[in-house]
């Protein structure tokens, strides 16, 4: 069986607060767009693991889809599993590939070895895994609250706008990008926010990360600014970095403007 994980991206983040176990309760929309890794799982007289694509710079034991299928054969009974991971989407770039990669296969071993559990089940193995992990057991527009792993549906779509993500060559640790902001309690709630029109969002959709990451890689800052630059409707990083968006209103073909830039362009969806 083979699935398509896609990536996300935040529409606004805001850092609330510091909890007492050290992570941070925050307030962010996860939106999915198809741009996709590809994992395949089928039946095996013993577990393994492969990967091609983009290399992973962790040891294979480590990696979010292996601790996904131990976490399940913790609990439950199924038979072996080979699991390949082709990756394409860029890692340390705030667009989730590593969490879409693990939920995918919690759904696929849930499929294949017919366990019948719930998505709401699911989204608890998810939320051991990743912060963010939840969100990609059921990949469409959701808010974010907790660490990120209290979902709600978000009443907002990018359908019919065009998207382009470019990704400078840098890595942004997501512990530096936390330690670089101060928690507040945003002056209007983001559901508010997102309601206005796209073209509206550049004077109050937020990233908080931003002011922190930009200042130690003004690279990313200057992709933003480009694609204001280009055209964009609304431009942001998209969770602590290093990946940029921009929000068309119709197709453009940006890729001269980002050289030495991983990129990738498509229309929303809802």
């Given at each position: 069986?083979?699935v398509?994980?896609?990536?996300?991206?935040n529409?606004?983040l805001h850092?609330i607060?510091?909890r007492?176990?050290?992570?941070h309760d925050i307030?962010?929309?996860?939106?999915?767009?198809?741009?996709t890794?590809?994992?395949?799982?089928i039946?095996?007289?013993?577990?393994?693991?492969?990967?091609t694509?983009?290399?992973?710079d962790?040891a294979?034991e480590?990696?979010?889809c292996?601790?996904a299928?131990h976490?399940l054969?913790?609990?439950h009974e199924?038979t072996?599993l080979h699991?390949h991971l082709h990756k394409?989407?860029?890692m340390?770039?705030g667009?989730?590939?590593g969490?879409?990669?693990?939920?995918?296969?919690?759904?696929?071993?849930?499929e294949i070895g017919?366990?019948?559990?719930?998505?709401?089940?699911?989204?608890?193995y998810a939320?051991a895994?990743?912060?963010?992990?939840?969100?990609?057991v059921?990949p469409r527009?959701?808010?974010g609250l907790?660490?990120?792993?209290?979902?709600q549906?978000?009443?907002?779509?990018?359908?019919?706008?065009f998207?382009?993500?470019?990704k400078p060559?840098?890595h942004?640790?997501?512990?530096?990008?936390?330690?670089?902001?101060?928690p507040?309690?945003?002056a209007?709630p983001?559901?508010e926010i997102?309601?206005q029109?796209v073209?509206?969002?550049?004077?109050?959709?937020v990233?908080?990360f931003?002011?922190?990451v930009?200042a130690?890689?003004?690279?990313i800052?200057?992709?933003?600014e480009?694609m204001?630059?280009q055209g964009?409707a609304y431009?942001?990083m998209?969770g602590?970095g290093?990946?940029?968006?921009?929000?068309?209103?119709?197709?453009v073909?940006l890729?001269s403007?980002?050289?030495?830039?991983?990129?990738w362009?498509?229309?929303?969806q809802?």
């Amino acid at each position: 069986m083979v699935v398509f994980p896609p990536c996300k991206i935040n529409l606004g983040l805001h850092i609330i607060r510091k909890r007492p176990d050290g992570y941070h309760d925050i307030e962010t929309c996860f939106y999915p767009l198809p741009w996709t890794d590809i994992l395949e799982a089928i039946p095996s007289s013993a577990f393994q693991f492969t990967q091609t694509g983009l290399p992973i710079d962790s040891a294979p034991e480590l990696n979010l889809c292996v601790r996904a299928y131990h976490a399940l054969k913790a609990d439950h009974e199924f038979t072996p599993l080979h699991i390949h991971l082709h990756k394409i989407v860029p890692m340390g770039a705030g667009l989730g590939g590593g969490s879409a990669d693990a939920a995918f296969t919690l759904v696929l071993i849930n499929e294949i070895g017919k366990l019948g559990l719930s998505r709401e089940k699911l989204n608890e193995y998810a939320a051991a895994l990743g912060s963010d992990c939840s969100f990609f057991v059921d990949p469409r527009p959701q808010m974010g609250l907790g660490r990120g792993e209290q979902l709600q549906p978000a009443s907002v779509s990018l359908k019919g706008f065009f998207l382009v993500i470019v990704k400078p060559p840098v890595h942004v640790s997501t512990r530096d990008a936390y330690a670089g902001v101060t928690p507040a309690v945003p002056a209007q709630p983001l559901p508010e926010i997102l309601q206005q029109p796209v073209h509206l969002w550049r004077n109050s959709l937020v990233n908080q990360f931003e002011e922190s990451v930009f200042a130690r890689y003004p690279l990313i800052r200057e992709a933003k600014e480009e694609m204001y630059r280009q055209g964009a409707a609304y431009a942001s990083m998209s969770g602590s970095g290093a990946s940029v968006f921009g929000i068309f209103s119709s197709e453009v073909n940006l890729r001269s403007a980002f050289p030495g830039m991983t990129y990738w362009a498509g229309f929303g969806q809802d």
